[in-house]
Every structure is written in structure tokens, then in C-alpha cells.
């Protein structure tokens, strides 16, 4: 995890040098509007994340020549894409450190979840009970759709959903501040 527009003074360069095998890299980026305006990685930071073992990259911010680094096998979320790459602004601020990105509260230990759809973080303490809603979750649509599938109208196959599984597994939480 880095501050990607702080103190230390560096480029961004270094900070592939401190990701560990099997974790997720995230870049937190100024939100400027001129920092909007450039990407803070590319296919160079990508092909040494891939090789360093990093399992993904989330980018708060921009990232650019998409083209040359999506198919290398390393997932790159971004909020964007710009053609610019980083500016003197852009420079590490801080490493290992707590981030907010999108107005939530990102710590090192955090467990990450991402895909097209998104990122979701989860505390190590919340996990059991983050995985007991997901599977409750994914059993309950897996009823609904068939129900749907056999002629069932909405509220039919909620009900028979509700009838088989009991109450929804309730977990919460989405923004931590």
C-alpha cells in the first residue's frame, strides 16, 4: 500500500520493490485536478509487479497504455485511464501505511476482494462472518433464479428462497471512515 503524492520525495519506482509475493499492490493518488490528469502506472510498474508476485494492483487514480499490460496475467483496477504519465507532483509519500481511498479506511492487513465490479475490503477479524453472508448470498440467488427459471414470479421466488434459507445472514458494513 502507498500514499502516492506525499512526503518522502521518490518516484513510484521503489515502491514495487516492497510488495510482497502473493499481495495486493494499492496506490492511493493525489485527487487533484491536475493530478487526475496523469497515470501513476503503466506496462514497466506491471511487468515488475508480475515478476515481484504481486497478485493485483488497485489505483485510486489513473493508470496508462492499458493495452500493452492487460493481458500479462496481473489484474490493474483503476479509476481511470490517462494518456500523461506521472508528474513531479506524483511522488511516494508512504508505504505499509494506512490509506482512505473513496472515503474508506484501507489498512495493510486488510483482506481484498476485486474484480469489474469493484473492490471490496474486509477486515481479518469480520472475515467468518463476511464469508457466512456471501455464501448465504449466493445460495439464496441460486434459488431465486431457478424459481424464476420454473415460472416464479419475483416475489414468489424470494418467498421460496426465504422458505428454504431463513432470514438473510446479516453483514453490513459498507463504509468505514
Not at 502506472?41 to 515488475?48: D, K, N
Request: glycine share 10%.
Amino acid at each position: 500500500m502507498c500514499n502516492y503524492g506525499g512526503g518522502l520525495g521518490k518516484s513510484l519506482k521503489p515502491f514495487v520493490e516492497y510488495n510482497e509475493p502473493g499481495k495486493i499492490m494499492i496506490i492511493e493518488t493525489p485527487q487533484s485536478k491536475s493530478a487526475q490528469l496523469s497515470a501513476c502506472w503503466g506496462p514497466i510498474e506491471s511487468a515488475r509487479a508480475k515478476v515481484r508476485g504481486a497478485e493485483g494492483v488497485i489505483v485510486s487514480g489513473n493508470v496508462r497504455q492499458v493495452d500493452q499490460f492487460q493481458d500479462a496475467g496481473l489484474p490493474v483496477l483503476s479509476r481511470g485511464i490517462a494518456a500523461l504519465g506521472p508528474r513531479e507532483y506524483m511522488r511516494l509519500g508512504s508505504v505499509n501505511e494506512t490509506l482512505a481511498i473513496g472515503g474508506l479506511k484501507v489498512d495493510p492487513d486488510d483482506i481484498l476482494l476485486a474484480d469489474d465490479d469493484g473492490v471490496v475490503v474486509v477486515r481479518q477479524q469480520e472475515l467468518s462472518q463476511v464469508i457466512e453472508s456471501c455464501e448465504y448470498g449466493v445460495k439464496h440467488d441460486e434459488v431465486v433464479l431457478q424459481a424464476i427459471a420454473e415460472g416464479s414470479t419475483m416475489k414468489e421466488a424470494w418467498r421460496k428462497a426465504y422458505d428454504l434459507l431463513g432470514p438473510p445472514v446479516e453483514y453490513a458494513r459498507p463504509f468505514r471512515r
